[in-house]
């Protein structure tokens, strides 16, 4: 490994990879503390690789030196074989942890609740690098070349595009989310199984690259047999869709605010509440003035219905982490007053859709958020009549909120 700092600028190489894979995506992932975490977790895609460069040129240098022979006349020969190999991976262990945390420290300085309990997802990518590092360690002791050492880096990070979208389990994928993993938290099992997985190659890697000193005693060879069995056994065990890590969270943290109607939103994101609940605020008196029944809460529920039916929909972008919202964010979720079976079904409620945008115009036009032209094809009904247009949106409002879709019709 050399001097102290040679092990040094290795870790800062290291660290640096993991920046790269990660830093690029910063303005995506910097407003979810659970999606920066994933992002850093991620890092893996790049420390690896570098971690097996780094491993293929000490032990193709070890192989090729008389210190190799030296090694195995020890008494603690594996050891002593085994430590650049130990000291690599955990370098790149610490260099994707350093990565993981800072991304989650920026998402948390930006207002993201933080979720510290969700650092164990490391772990199992910890086990990823052991098996990535093997695999420089495994090339370096058989070729004896360091030339190898950057075809290795080329390979490994190849071995992640195939398990990412080839026919291999994701072996190597240990994060990336691009959605902002709202309301969502970790399973255990496949992270688990990637990096079991991970532990494994890294055995099995090892005792190829040097059966005569992994395979010299019946208990050696009995690990031996122990770990190849277990990486022959994990691509029956892991999971092929690394989408499978996370699942919706059964009873989400909701913040809520404003009354007539409530809204509440997802605790574990920093969005908008403030402005959002003023801007309903002001879009729903059009809809109270009239004497539209408004449900009492709407709830943000990103991946499938609320858990109450009578509470209506909110339709916010998971990924927006300003300080205002759109007003047509909020026009769609005022003409959502109730979550219905037809919204969720294979075949889109089509006319419930063309009425909703029908009762969004109105809503803004109340509000003075909308000034039609005479090129639109509601400006005249939108100038007509208010007692139409106000027992029309009663109406229409009310199937809406009881789910009758059958029995709803455009204006006009």
């Known amino acids: 490994m050399g001097d102290r700092p040679r092990v040094a600028l290795l870790f800062c190489l290291l660290v640096l990879a993991g920046a790269v894979a990660t ?13 920066a975490l994933d992002n850093g977790a991620g890092g893996t ?49 610490l260099a994707l942890v350093l990565v993981a945390v800072a991304a989650s420290s920026l998402a948390a300085a930006r207002g993201a ?27 370096g002791h058989v070729t004896a070349r360091a030339w ?70 019946p208990g050696r060879r009995l690990a031996a047999f122990g770990v190849g069995a277990a990486w022959v056994s994990s691509w029956w065990f892991t999971h092929g869709d690394a989408g499978d890590r996370v699942v919706p969270m059964a009873d989400p943290p909701l913040t809520c605010a404003g009354t007539q109607p409530t809204v509440c939103l997802l605790a574990d994101l920093p969005l908008p509440l403030d402005d959002f609940v003023a801007k309903v605020d002001r879009q729903a008196a059009a809809l109270r003035a009239i004497g539209a029944s408004l449900p009492e809460r709407f709830v943000d529920t990103p991946y499938g219905p609320p858990a109450d039916p009578r509470d209506g929909v909110v339709n916010l972008q998971e990924d927006e982490v300003r300080r205002t919202v759109d007003v047509d964010r909020v026009t769609d979720t005022l003409v959502r007053p109730a979550s219905c079976p037809a919204d969720y079904a294979e075949g ?23 000034e039609p032209t005479p090129d639109d094809g509601d400006y005249d009904w939108l100038h007509g009549d208010p007692e139409v247009q106000d027992a029309w949106v009663r109406t229409t409002y009310r199937q809406l909120a009881e789910c009758r879709y059958d029995e709803i019709r455009k204006h006009g």
């Open 148 to 217: 190898a050492a950057p075809a290795v880096v080329v390979l490994v990070f190849l071995l992640f595009l195939w398990t990412t979208v080839g026919s291999a389990p994701d072996f190597f994928d240990t994060g990336g989310a691009t959605a902002s993993l709202g309301g969502m938290t970790y399973r255990a099992w496949p992270p688990l199984a990637i990096g079991l997985a991970g532990l494994a190659l890294a055995g099995t890697a090892l005792v190829l690259a040097h059966p005569r000193l992994f395979l010299a005693t």
């Open 348 to 370: 889109p409620p089509v006319l419930a859709f063309d009425v909703r945008r029908q009762l969004g115009r109105w809503i803004q036009f109340r509000a003075g958020l909308l």
């Open 113 to 139: 609740p933080a979720s510290p309990g969700l650092y164990w997802i490391l772990v199992p990518a910890c086990g990823v690098l052991a098996g990535q590092t093997a695999l420089g360690v495994l090339i």
């Open 23 to 35: 830093a690029p995506r910063a303005d995506h992932w910097s407003g979810s503390w659970k999606q």
């Open 45 to 93: 895609v790049f420390i690896g690789p570098a971690a097996a460069g780094a491993a293929c040129l000490v032990y193709a240098r070890l192989r090729s030196s008389a210190m190799g022979d030296i090694v195995l006349l020890s008494r603690r020969d594996w050891q002593r074989w085994l430590r650049p190999f130990v000291t690599i991976w955990v370098l790149a262990s």
